[in-house]
């Protein structure tokens, strides 16, 4: 008895320094979350199409199926921005940003994406390979580059097309990447939408 009373005030010693010591402890600050940025084009006045389309999010590597902000800042080596991430994994936030753009176009009445799991016409989808910026010769570049596939409800494929955009960063910092990423993807979705309508036009709807 008289070992664990002279235990307790020692124990209870310990137990306070512990806690002093957690509470000096560096909080870890919240990550920075970042939307894809958009600017919004004017509606088409050409006439509409009198198909459907589902937007799939298009696949990807492990890597690149993150929120994480990628950059690679040598040659062969996979990193991401410290402290800053996008509002949804890479995939999804590409394909939000392409049907955003089809809604904004409004040649497309009839409009879904995979999360609605309904049936359409025509169904765009793919495999992501780049969504990343990238340093060469000391300069940051942001790269996007999307293999796209067309197919029609029987899971043919009808069209596909590799497109690459690459949008120049106008300094370092983290919201000048952000900037580009949204430049660079406001090119690729008109791209994108342009050939989704020529080729769908040119395979009708049976």
Same mark, same amino acid.
């Given at each position: ?41 004017? %509606? ?5 199409? &009198?198909?459907?389309?589902? =937007? ?5 590597? /492990? @890597?690149?199926? $993150? ?42 009445? %009839? ?5 609605? &799991?309904?049936?359409?016409? =025509? ?5 992501? /390979? @780049?969504?990343? $910026? ?73």
């Amino acid at each position: 008895m008289r070992v664990v009373s002279r235990l307790r005030p020692l124990l209870s010693i310990g137990l306070l320094s512990l806690l002093a010591a957690c509470s000096i402890l560096p909080s870890s600050e919240p990550p920075q979350v970042y939307l894809l940025p958009s600017q919004s084009a004017p %509606a088409s006045t050409a006439a509409a199409v &009198n198909w459907s389309l589902r =937007l799939n999010t298009p696949q990807a590597s /492990q @890597a690149l199926n $993150s929120p994480r902000i990628a950059v690679l800042p040598a040659a062969n080596e996979f990193s991401s921005y410290a402290g800053s991430r996008w509002s949804d994994p890479a995939p999804r936030l590409l394909r939000n940003h392409l049907l955003m753009a089809f809604q904004n176009d409004g040649r497309v009445g %009839a409009l879904s994406s995979d999360d609605d &799991n309904l049936q359409a016409d =025509l169904q765009l989808g793919g495999e992501l /390979q @780049a969504f990343q $910026s990238e340093y060469h010769d000391g300069k940051v570049m942001v790269v996007i580059r999307l293999q796209a596939r067309l197919i029609d409800s029987r899971q043919r494929i009808l069209a596909s097309q590799r497109f690459e955009v690459i949008q120049p960063v106008a300094g370092t910092a983290v919201p000048a990447v952000v900037s580009a990423f949204g430049q660079a993807s406001d090119q690729l979705a008109a791209q994108v939408l342009q050939w989704v309508l020529t080729e769908g036009t040119a395979h009708p709807v049976l």
